[in-house]
Every structure is written in C-alpha cells, then in structure tokens.
C-alpha cells in the first residue's frame, strides 16, 4: 500500500484525475461484466422457459380431451385377449400373466424401452387399457429392460 501512496504522489495532478477517470471505467465495466449482464441474461433465460412452459401448457391443455377421449375408448375383448393380440405384434415376451379382477399383472422378458414404451401408447390410445404400475429394472443389455411387475386395467 505504500508503494502504491508513493506512486500516487508522484504523479502530476492532470495524470492523477485521469487515473481516476480510468479507473472509474474500469470500475464500471467491471460492474457490467461481473453483475448487471450475468443477472440480465439470468432474468431473459427464465422468461424464454416461463414462456416455453405456457406454450407447452396450452398444447397440453389443447391435448387434453384427445388423451381422455383415447383413454375412455371401449375395445372388444377382454384386457388378457388384448395383451396376447398386441405384445406379438410389438415383439414382446410375456414371461407370466396373471389375471386379478379387472385388472392384469404382468412379467415380460427382457424388452427394448422404447418398443415397451410404443406397446404401452398402443394399449391405451387403440384399447383403452390403462397403465396402472410399472416395476422396471436394468437390463445388462443397453436399451433394453427387465419388466418385473406390470399391472394393466
């Protein structure tokens, strides 16, 4: 700090009002860079996703009665027939099948996720089954994955 007062009073007046003024700049573009533009475009990327999230929320407010329409669609047969019918289609093994009331509980073997995620979406939007319970575990083959417990209604 010493070396730096004797710095000071060594230069002329003129030079020392125009450190000042440099620093004052400095000052303030270190102002603009560390705070004011990190909370600038802190505060423009939360409206891009608050406005992301109203238009996803409209779409699905628009979606709404399609998904309940497909939901409510009555299919012929009962969900045992529906499920022997379509899990060949989509190249599903079915390990145990175990029908409960209305309801039936499922095992499969090893399965693609997408491929049970595309039979499911066909179960409910073409036969109206609803999913009830997904027990899911990882399968030593990437991608794919052991259904241990799969409740239908």
Known sequence: MKAFTTWWLSLQPREQQLVKI???FIGLGLF???IWQPIHQAKTDSELKAKAAAEQLSWLQSRLPLLTQNSA???SGSINDIVAQTAPQFKIKVSRMQPQNDQLQLSLED???EQLLRWL???QSKHGV???QLDIAVSEVPGTVRVRRLVLE
């Open 22 to 24: 440099a620093g004052f």
């Open 32 to 34: 603009y860079v560390a």
């Open 73 to 75: 669609v009555a299919s």
């Open 111 to 113: 399965v693609p996720f």
């Open 121 to 123: 979406t066909e179960l």
């Open 130 to 132: 609803q999913l009830l």
